[in-house]
């Protein structure tokens, strides 16, 4: 439907006219097909004695009737309260339906009957009939039931036989209990699309729409204007033919402007891959169309053949780039889905300063690097949700129930019970055109009491999505309305039941559903200043110190690299902004630790509110690389390309395109190991993440928890140095000295190292996780050893020193745990600028593994 524009229709806070979805000036109707899914009308029918005194003779007793009118129709049938059509007025609901259903109108309604108690000062005893309809011909807004002939033109009255009726009632009404309805949906709509939209601004678009799901889109240009190809790219789990066809989409060109007739459709094509046996011969193609009648006319193609020939590859998909520190990217992407009828051999990297890829040595691009095919290391998404009892509760004293559902990048599963079982979660999660497969986990949360009860009951699953990616949503483009990460619970329809059979249950607003993951909240007391936001390098326009809260978002989302931001004013007592003001802005999608905003009135204060967590596993593409050693000071341009044995394909733009650099979060820490260290205690051992943010790390923070969820973890900060397992530093390497053995040769800062035998010939010493051997000691000076290799790029002066190959460079002991139970740990790193990266766990990125403090014999 469409807003009728037909000025002569009532059109208030009561009533809006509709009109036809393609007309506004044509008046909507509703179709007997669309009043089938309307809601059920209920009319009631009260017959009473005029005043409390008075008894209505029972028909039982003498017999007194009336007739039922619908619309033009009287009832009709031979009737048990007099002549035809008449009922008792006190009698048995079947006999009233039957009377109503003999209608040529009415097909099917449903009656139920009730004694009326007399009122004081108003009126006697009767009865009520409550009748829904509930038949297809009386859907929608029916006519109201009218009582005629009561006691007279054939029915039968009591008070002419010495009874009571006619002449004694009271109350005689018929009124709607429950009028009908019928469902009336607002069409989905993306946000308005400029005429000029990029591919991918088109994608984000539609993939709004959730009957949409996935879709892959390119962009022509098409006379004077453009042309998408939207292709609906959504898996079919089992049959593909089982599944309802697509809503067609409805173009509104309503805002487009040009000198001559502008204007947008939406044609429907299909398209089909047909495998062929051999290459270089011409294949013909004709297609049909067919139904329950049979096989139209044939067509053939244009051109009529075409011979199947060795093609390049496509270009990449889904080439995404992210900082790792100011001066290093991660490139992540998938392969294209066509490979050129050959396998892929290898892909080519190349960065730029310039969308042109010309500022390098002949015009070549800054750098490029290239990744063999078979180098894939994808890494599977891992991310978990929870139900929990709130503490609130005493222990015993409530219950988990009810249902809870799932989302999953705009896609809902149904209602889930609340403690579902793993495979429940997986059926339900695979269920949705938005996930391929995935596998399932679940572990109960409970804490046994002595009265063998739980603290806090729930439960916890674990989701692995078994295709590489970060599953985490991208904010692609600014016409992406999606929000978070893709994974939701909703536990509207959780309840709390006061006894373990949950027969006695209700809503409870402290139970908890949440994902594993938070997002980032900053606060900002704004000075005296007009203001400028300034995050990960990018700058936000001038924005007046008495401007307006949507002004402030409008800015924000100017910046297409801060993503969706949430901002709301929690001092403001309108939408205006003022000095002094207190606004919040939880950032909708940038992942885990988001640096700290900045402003370019001094006067304004910043504050991190909620750290944000990203998933427990952060997924990788089945392809990347690292690029290092970029400048901070420009941003820089990421393009791949896809190679078979006949060459390149096409080249995909990595996004964002550019890439400005930043300051980030250390990435995980690496190898982390867990041993027993007595009856109560472990030893944790782990390695520096491989990338800092930028800057160095300055503490470590240590979780352990009877239960791989975390949830109730025992948490300890250890600073770098505390945790410190090296023996001395790098004072002089000699890297550019023109003779190899000497390039093999470095200084120590402990030099007793050597003297007392700590460091001998042969010793295995780990320097920035890099492994030699020490083949010579003194050839240099008494702190001098010389290597089996060269000292790698990466040792630096002040670079740590270990002994052994399997030795972690940190370490933490915990004691007083208790022995003989299940422990688990991980540990998360934080730089020096306060960010922290997502954690590791002893067992990442599988399951994690438990340690349990024990006695060991000597």
Not at 185 to 190: E, I, K, L, P
Request: glycine share 8%; hydrophobic share 35%.
């Amino acid at each position: 439907f469409s807003i009728s524009s037909n000025e002569s229709r009532d059109f208030n806070s009561q009533i809006v006219p509709l009109a036809t979805a393609s007309d506004s000036s044509q008046d909507a109707y509703i179709t007997s097909k669309s009043l089938i899914y309307s809601s059920l009308e209920v009319q009631e029918v009260t017959i009473t004695a005029s005043v409390d005194a008075n008894v209505l003779t029972p028909s039982d007793d003498i017999l007194s009737g009336f007739r039922f009118k619908f619309g033009a129709e009287t009832t009709r049938l031979p009737g048990h309260g007099g002549a035809e059509g008449c009922v008792r007025w006190d009698g048995d609901s079947n006999d009233l339906k039957a009377q109503l259903e003999s209608l040529t109108i009415v097909d099917v309604v449903s009656i139920t009957k009730e004694l009326v108690s007399a009122k004081i000062g108003d009126h006697g005893e009767g009865v009520k009939y409550c009748i829904t309809f509930i038949g297809d011909m009386v859907r929608g807004n029916v006519p109201q039931l009218q009582i005629v002939d009561l006691g007279e033109n054939g029915c039968a009255n009591a008070g002419s036989n010495g009874g009571k009726f006619r002449d004694d009632l009271g109350t005689i009404s018929v009124t709607s209990k429950e009028i009908s309805y019928i469902p009336v949906y607002s069409m989905q709509t993306t946000q308005n699309i400029p005429f000029d939209a990029s591919a991918r601004d088109v994608k984000a678009a539609v993939e709004t729409l959730t009957q949409s799901c996935n879709v892959d889109v390119s962009r022509l240009v098409s006379r004077n204007g453009f042309s998408w190809d939207i292709t609906f790219s959504s898996l079919c789990n089992q049959d593909c033919t089982s599944k309802y066809p697509l809503l067609s989409m409805k173009p509104n060109g309503l805002l487009l402007g040009a000198d001559i007739d502008p204007s947008i459709s939406v044609i429907g094509v299909q398209k089909l891959n047909v495998p062929v046996v051999m290459s270089s011969i011409p294949y013909y193609v004709r297609l049909s169309a067919s139904n329950i009648f049979g096989r139209g006319p044939w067509s053939s193609s244009n051109p009529p053949f075409i011979e199947a020939s060795n093609q390049t590859p496509d270009d990449p998909i889904e080439v995404f780039v992210e900082s790792l520190s100011d001066t290093d990217i991660l490139v992540q992407w998938e392969p294209p889905k066509n490979n050129g009828g050959s396998p892929l051999t290898h892909f080519k990297v190349e960065v730029d300063q310039t969308p042109h890829f010309n500022s390098g040595d002949s015009n070549a691009p800054h750098q490029y690097l290239v990744v063999p095919a078979d180098s894939n290391d994808g890494l599977f998404d891992v991310q978990s949700f929870s139900i929990i009892m709130g503490d609130n509760h005493v222990v015993g004293a409530a219950y988990l129930s009810g249902t809870f559902s799932l989302s999953f990048d705009g896609q809902q599963t149904d209602e889930l019970t609340f403690d579902s079982s793993a495979d429940t979660i997986k059926d339900a999660l695979e269920g949705l055109c938005t996930i391929n497969k995935v596998s399932v986990s679940r572990t109960v949360i409970c804490a046994n009491t002595v009265q063998d009860r739980c603290e806090r009951e729930g439960f916890t699953w674990f989701v692995t999505f078994l295709s590489a990616g970060d599953q985490h949503k991208r904010h692609i483009s600014p016409l992406n309305s999606m929000r978070s990460h893709k994974l939701f619970v909703n536990g509207d329809y959780l309840l709390s039941c006061a006894d373990p059979l949950l027969t006695s249950c209700s809503p409870d607003s402290s139970i908890v559903s949440s994902v594993g993951t938070q997002q980032e909240v900053q606060e900002i007391i704004l000075g005296n200043s007009d203001f400028s936001i300034v995050l990960m390098n990018h700058a936000t326009g001038t924005i007046p110190i008495n401007s307006s809260v949507e002004n402030l978002r409008i800015e924000m989302h100017k910046i297409q690299g801060f993503g969706i931001v949430s901002i709301t004013c929690t001092t403001c007592t309108g939408e205006d902004i003022g000095p002094g003001e207190t606004i919040n802005m939880q950032f909708q999608s940038l992942r885990g630790d988001v640096p700290l905003m900045s402003s370019s009135d001094s006067g304004a204060v910043i504050t991190e509110v909620q750290k944000g967590s990203s998933q427990r596993v952060v997924g990788r593409s089945t392809y990347s690389t690292i690029v290092r050693g970029l400048s901070n000071l420009s941003d820089w341009y990421v393009r791949i390309y896809s190679y078979n044995t006949h060459g390149g394909g096409r080249p995909r733009e990595a996004f964002p395109f550019p890439k400005t650099m930043s300051t980030m979060p250390p990435t995980i820490p690496l190898n982390i190991n867990a041993g027993i260290s007595g009856a109560d205690s472990i030893t944790i051992g782990w390695n520096l993440p491989q990338y800092d943010g930028g800057i160095a790390i300055g503490s470590f923070l240590v979780e352990i928890d009877t239960s791989p969820t975390f949830i109730s973890s025992y948490k300890s900060t250890i600073t770098a140095n505390e945790s410190d397992n090296s023996v001395c530093t790098i004072t002089q390497k000699f890297s550019t000295h023109h003779e190899e053995s000497h390039r093999r040769q470095i200084r120590i800062s402990d030099q007793n190292l050597i003297d007392v035998g700590i460091i001998t010939y042969n010793s295995q010493i780990l320097i920035e996780n890099e492994q030699y051997k020490v083949e010579e000691i003194g050839d240099c000076g008494g702190d001098c050893l010389t290597l089996d290799r060269e000292v790698g790029s990466l040792v630096v002066i002040g670079s740590r020193l270990f002994i052994g190959f399997e030795t972690r460079m940190h370490s933490h002991r915990i004691d007083d745990l208790t022995p003989g139970r299940d422990h688990f740990v991980r540990v998360t790193a934080e730089n020096l600028y306060g960010l922290h990266g997502p954690p590791s766990y002893y067992g990442y990125p599988s399951d994690a593994i438990a340690v349990v403090p024990m006695s060991v014999p000597f």
